[in-house]
């Protein structure tokens, strides 16, 4: 670690409503990859976007190389040499990976833009950082692992001395991690300052000097990473521990029935021959890399997508599911990984949304029966322990933790006896996350059967009854979860590559 | 101010829209002052006969809009109605009543041609009023042979559907037309078609996931609108006497401001009847003052224009102090 | 690893697959009325087209600029009119040279386009509202200007008619379509502003997402204003080949004619958000 090149002293920043940043303190040295942690709403981001301009400050100082700096917009921050990698990824869909790069600062040639010398710069610096992406490709075009790559690329080519990164892993696979890694070690190397924004506690560990905590706004306190361990961390974050050991064994009864049973599914190029069957109370993982064709398999099976050939049992029948009103019919309920896209009609209150799969059975004649809808609507809220003001409440308003469990409730409203979570922690912070552990667990119990897809190894460990593998499109592996272990599943999710 | 938001009844009723009637009051007295015999019942009426059959048009087209579309043919296809149906009356003898149902007919087969355009083939909402609304207008041109139609006057034998407007002073119209407010508002806020409507118009794709027949219903928003352009012809017809082919877009972008102004969102999701309602009315009450003010229609045009960008705006402010 | 930055692009992609359509389907169209109709082969049939074609194809040029940004123009068609209206109220009424009446109307179509740029990417108005309301506007203005009468722009013969020659030129008794040359080469000449210059590029990030255009530093309120002063300027020079091709301009018409351009740049390809 260097000297100091960045200084954020008491910074304090309201919102109407919120004091976000309660005089928080922050430094980061040259060469130190400075991990910042928090629960959703801790003020990390924006801690961030204080620094970054893209918000004011109230009070408080900020010190970068020695002098005292405010930023106005991003633009000043990044001439200056401070850049953000954002959380949600700022691409512009229709553009190449070059002009994505030269944003705002293109090359001229008189009146016309120069793409050629911009291709050819864009392919040096990637040749700097060893990626391997075609500069001309359009950016919608490219995984959310390249994508990223490319916004690193951006960032380096901007000439930064600090760089922020907001969450880059929770889009990544296994792998991708693992490049993002090499890069930001290299990064370390060349004596940048890095601000690492994570949940991820493994990564924490891994990748980082020291450690800022948040909560609630306020500075918690700054830890060596080397010198403390995961629970310290978590306990400064939300002041109690959570457990996160792997599941030892089955949950479900022996010679419980297959309540779903899928042979040979093929469905476009990521869905070929699936076959898996899945049991009443079980928690069935679907483990694999981003883009291994886990969710295509659930949109298959749930009607959402064409299905090409191949059949789906539900207990013991033979179904034909053409769209998802069919698969509700059948009992399936699905929980999508784009929440915000799929899941919730967010200018909708929790009472539409939950009712929202069974309006049926809340219909008084011609009318929809408010009151019936509002009784059973506060019976989920309360047992899956939603936290909303009301049941009159717009979703959208609600966090992402609890707007999951709208979602779930819709589905519990229906009587879905087989649900497919996919993604279901997806940006939900770690208290939220085990909420939606427990409530699965629960829901298993109850005899309800699921299927879980995650791309988190040690949520896939500490849910999973037994385990199907995933590799683009394929099904490499199934395994119990009495011999699960990181390093098979793994190296079935990879097989196809090879 | 925020004390007068969170009072209950003012919430119940909607601040934007208690704005919205003062806006009208307001308007109604200024017109009274500056124009002459403005608040006499003749000019009342007047603005009512124009307030109808737009605010059939913009019931209609709230539904559609609901739903995150947009329908271009609402206009060409009143008209359209209107033509088919009074050729039939006055060349083929047709009895007034059927020839009524007639115009009630074309505009729901408008409609289900265009849902299902939109819902089953996907076509964008824009594209296919933009085909009907030029097959409204040959369609129309043809059947009557591009001669323009008179409807019986109601002096005559014929005349009674008149009687749908006013009876007397005594405004019929109003009474039909706040009654069909109503049914329409209970159909979008209380019945299965109204919540899957609004809410395909918020989020289609959750819609789907939700084992929704979302076609269905999207159909069916087009259907009604187009059930309601059909009676907007009856009223036009029985407010005015002659019907030209070949024209009646320049009612849709009226309608479209009456809706949006009522605060009925261009994005879908948010609708409001009772605000598509009062919007109606004011657009009706400046065509009204404005003429009484010996201005042309000209002008009566631009003044919408610019009240809808303030109303709209205001929406926009108001919606970014809350975040 | 290697795949994804493999591309193996074919030609039709490459065209755009689209445009390559919408291609097949007019040469498609013109062989069939040719071969069923004696009178589309000839020549003045197909200058009757054009001559349709070109306020259309002018308006739809201009439009593509909001469209890409994921808005719309609604005005370009009831401002045509108001345009057309006014240059040539001064043009006929008032004794102006033709050239100062066609700067006019110029004029008053950036003006209405900076109208609408600042509804739309200043006041955050949604661009379809913010439109019909200029579209209502102009449409009220045009009638205004020419106080509710048709206009005749200079007849050919007439002095002052030399405008009319812009897009059709008649040598040793052909005319020739001119206007067509004017298109292709505004076509050219805006396909290469879209693709190749800073106005286009941050038209398309935009359209792509505002947030992160914003964040790359990029003046987005002056760019989302440009694209509605293009549309908005295409709709001038659309209001110019209207008034050359038609004798009379009515007051009170238009409506309807930015459906047609809209249709049309959709049809070639611009997806309307």
């Keep these: 670690m260097g000297e100091v090149i960045l200084t954020m002293k008491e910074i304090d920043k309201s919102f109407p409503g919120v004091h976000a940043l309660d005089h928080v303190s922050f430094e980061v040295r040259k060469g130190e990859v400075h991990a910042l942690m928090g629960e959703n709403g801790a003020g990390k981001s924006t801690l961030m976007k204080v620094l970054t301009g893209i918000y004011k400050k109230d009070s408080g100082t900020i010190s970068y190389e020695g002098k005292e700096v405010e930023f106005h917009n991003t633009r000043e921050a990044q001439d200056a040499g401070i850049v953000i990698v954002h959380q949600e990824l700022n691409m512009l869909r229709h553009l190449t990976v070059a002009q994505n790069i030269f944003i705002g600062r293109e090359f001229k040639k008189g009146f016309a833009i120069d793409d050629k010398k911009m291709n050819e710069e864009a392919k040096k610096l990637f040749d700097k950082l060893h990626i391997d992406i075609d500069p001309t490709e359009t950016m919608s075009n490219l995984t959310v692992g390249k994508q990223q790559m490319c916004e690193i690329a951006k960032a380096i080519s901007h000439k930064a001395k600090v760089i922020i990164f907001d969450e880059p892993s929770a889009a990544l696979t296994e792998t ?58 978590i306990n400064m974050m939300v002041g109690r521990v959570i457990y996160e050991d792997p599941k030892q064994h089955s949950m479900v009864a ?37 883009g291994a064709g886990r969710t295509e398999t659930a949109r298959a099976i749930f009607g959402a997508d064409p299905i090409e050939s191949g059949d789906i049992y539900v207990n013991g029948k033979k179904v034909i599911i053409n769209s998802p009103e069919d698969a509700v019919k059948c009992g399936i309920g699905y929980l999508s990984e784009d929440r915000k896209r799929y899941g919730i009609v967010v200018q909708k209150t929790v009472a539409e949304n939950s009712t929202m799969a069974a309006l049926e059975k809340y219909m008084k004649g011609l009318f929809i029966n408010k009151k019936e809808e509002k009784k059973v609507t506060e019976e989920y809220v309360k047992s899956l322990a939603t936290k909303t003001p009301s049941v009159e409440q717009l979703v959208v308003n609600l966090s ?20 497919i979570f996919d993604e279901p922690t997806r940006g939900i912070d770690v208290g939220a996350k085990n909420e939606i552990y427990k409530l699965m667990n629960k829901l298993a119990e109850e005899g309800k059967s699921i299927i879980m897809i995650s791309s988190e190894m040690t949520e896939i460990l500490r849910m999973s009854d037994r385990i199907v593998v995933m590799c683009e499109g394929k099904k490499t592996g199934e395994v119990s979860i009495e011999e699960a272990s990181q390093e098979a599943i793994m190296n079935m999710a990879t097989r196809e590559i090879g | 101010m925020e004390k007068i938001k969170q009072n209950p009844i003012v919430k119940k009723l909607g601040f934007n829209r208690i704005i919205l009637c003062c806006v009208l009051l307001l ?171 609004l809410s395909l118009g918020s989020n289609k794709e959750a819609v789907r996931l939700s084992g929704i027949n979302i076609k269905k219903w999207e159909m069916l928003a087009y259907i009604i609108c187009g059930i309601l352009v059909g009676i907007a012809a009856i009223f036009f017809v029985a407010a005015y006497t002659t019907v030209q082919p070949g024209y009646g877009d320049q009612y849709n972008n009226e309608a479209i401001a009456g809706c949006v102004m009522g605060g009925t969102s261009m994005a879908g999701g948010l609708a409001s009847i009772g605000g598509t309602v009062i919007g109606v009315f004011i657009i009706a009450l400046l065509q009204e003052g404005i003429l009484a003010l010996h201005f042309t229609k000209d002008y009566q045009l631009i003044i919408t224009g610019i009240i809808v960008i303030v109303a709209v705006y205001a929406d926009v402010v108001a919606r970014r102090r809350k975040n | 690893m290697g795949k994804s930055s493999v591309s193996n692009k074919s030609l039709v992609s490459k065209l755009g697959g689209q445009k390559f359509i919408v291609l097949l389907v007019v040469i498609g169209l013109i062989i069939f009325f040719g071969a069923v109709s004696p009178d589309f082969r000839k020549y003045t049939t197909f200058m009757s087209i054009l001559d349709y074609s070109y306020y259309i194809a002018l308006m739809a040029i201009g439009v593509t600029f909001p469209l890409i940004t994921g808005g719309v ?189 809209i249709g049309g740049a959709i049809i070639g390809g611009v997806s309307a958000a």
Excluded at chain 1, 193 to 213: F, L, Q, W
Excluded at chain 1, 400 to 419: F, P, S, T
């Design chain 3, 73 to 261: 123009d609604l005005s370009i068609g009831t401002g045509l009119i108001c345009y057309s209206l006014t240059g040539g109220y001064l043009i006929v009424q008032k004794g102006w040279p033709v050239a100062a009446g066609i700067a006019v109307s110029l004029l008053l179509s950036i003006l209405i386009g900076l109208l609408n740029g600042t509804l739309v990417a200043v006041m955050n108005l949604p661009p379809f509202l913010a439109t019909l309301c200029t579209c209502m506007i102009t449409r009220g203005l045009g009638s205004i200007f020419s106080k509710g009468f048709g206009i005749s722009w200079p007849t050919s013969g007439t002095p002052g008619s030399w405008f009319r020659n812009i897009f059709k030129i008649t040598v040793n008794g052909t005319k020739i379509p001119l206007g067509f040359l004017w298109v292709l080469l505004l076509v050219v000449l805006m396909a290469f502003v879209l693709n190749h210059t800073k106005i286009g590029r941050y038209t398309i990030a935009i359209g792509s997402n505002k947030e992160a255009t914003i964040l790359s530093g990029i003046n987005v309120k002056f760019y989302h204003i440009m694209a509605y002063v293009i549309s908005g300027f295409f709709a001038g020079l659309a209001a110019i080949a209207y008034s050359a091709v038609f004798s009379t301009v009515q007051p009170g018409t238009g409506a309807g004619f930015e459906l047609e351009a």
């Design chain 1, 176 to 233: 991708e991690i693992e490049e993002l890694f090499k890069i930001i070690k290299d990064l370390r190397k060349q004596e940048l300052g890095i601000v690492y924004i994570s949940h991820r506690m493994d990564e924490i560990k891994v990748i980082t000097d020291r450690v800022t905590v948040m909560r609630d706004g306020t500075y918690v306190g700054t830890l060596i990473t080397e010198k403390c361990t995961k629970d310290d961390i």
């Design chain 1, 400 to 419: 992402g933790g609890n707007q999951q469990k709208v979602v779930i409730a819709k589905w519990l409203v229906r009587d879905c006896e087989i649900l």
């Design chain 1, 254 to 290: 022996p010679g419980a029935p297959v309540v779903l049973k899928v042979e040979h599914l093929n469905a476009g190029k990521m869905v070929q021959d699936v076959s898996f069957e899945l049991h009443r109370g079980e928690i069935l993982g679907f483990s694999g890399l981003m």
């Design chain 2, 27 to 197: 308007m109604y007295l200024l017109f009274s002052l500056v124009g002459k015999n403005f608040a006499g019942l003749p000019r009342i009426l007047s603005a009512l006969n124009y307030a109808y059959f737009l605010g059939f048009l913009s019931l209609g087209v709230t539904f559609v809009i609901a739903t995150g579309g947009i329908d271009f043919s609402i206009g060409p296809v009143m008209f359209c109605s209107a033509l088919i149906s009074g050729y039939c009356l006055n060349s083929y003898g047709v009895p007034v009543a059927l020839s009524l149902g007639i115009s009630i007919l074309v505009g729901a087969l408008f409609g289900t041609f265009n849902g299902y355009l939109v819902a089953y083939w996907s076509v964008p909402p824009f594209i296919v009023s933009m085909a009907s609304m030029n097959i409204a207008k040959g369609v129309a041109s043809v059947f009557t042979k591009t001669q323009s139609v008179s409807w019986p006057q109601s002096t005559s034998e014929q005349g009674w559907f008149r009687n749908l407007v006013k009876i007397g002073n005594f405004p019929v119209g109003f009474v039909i037309f706040l009654a069909f407010a109503i049914v329409c508002s209970v159909i979008l806020n209380k019945t299965k078609a109204g919540r899957y409507i």
